[in-house]
């Protein structure tokens, strides 16, 4: 692509960005919506750590691997499965996050899990767990919620 194409569509996304963002400033509707969907997908149900079936491994994935056990359920669908593993932002560990996509429960459409892991002497330690689904109806279809889909 050449430089003059480039920045055409940089100049398309900073438009596209900025009327987005006008019609939010000037729909309060718009504005209570998208604050809402913000706090939907920062909001994440713990699980117990004394749920979690591996909670310490000398090997993280060993503790990891419990959120994608039994994954794909069948050969059925189109069923996906995400492994992400990133240093933590206090620099203590990793957080893997798994996402399962494709489910085949009619009112799930994905569940992802994440885990807080960090080092324990000479092994490692799950530190925290949580979940949240995608549903595929209801009010909340689409988006990520920490309550059970209808």
């Known amino acids: 692509m050449s430089s003059m194409a480039r920045l055409g569509v940089a100049?398309?996304?900073?438009?596209?960005?900025?009327?987005?963002?006008?019609?939010v400033a000037q729909n309060p509707a718009n504005a209570e919506k998208a604050a809402a969907e913000t706090a939907a997908q920062a909001a994440w149900q713990e699980i117990g750590g004394a749920d979690w079936k591996v909670p310490v491994a000398a090997d993280l994935m060993d503790i990891v691997a419990?959120?994608?056990?039994?994954?794909?359920?069948?050969?059925?669908?189109?069923?996906?499965?995400?492994?992400?593993?990133?240093?933590?932002?206090?620099g203590e560990g990793y957080t893997a996050t798994v996402t399962k996509e494709g489910l085949l429960d009619d009112?799930?459409?994905?569940?992802q899990i994440r885990l807080k892991i960090a080092r324990r002497a000479a092994?490692?330690?799950?530190?925290?767990?949580e979940r949240r689904w995608q549903c595929r109806r209801g009010d909340?279809?689409?988006?990520?919620t920490i309550s059970r889909c209808p």
């Open 140 to 144: 909340k279809a689409g988006s990520w």
């Open 107 to 111: 009112a799930v459409g994905a569940e």
């Open 123 to 129: 092994n490692w330690g799950l530190v925290r767990a």
């Open 66 to 90: 419990p959120a994608y056990q039994g994954f794909p359920e069948s050969d059925e669908g189109r069923q996906r499965l995400a492994v992400e593993l990133a240093r933590s932002g206090d």
């Open 11 to 23: 100049r398309f996304a900073i438009a596209v960005a900025g009327l987005a963002a006008l019609m």
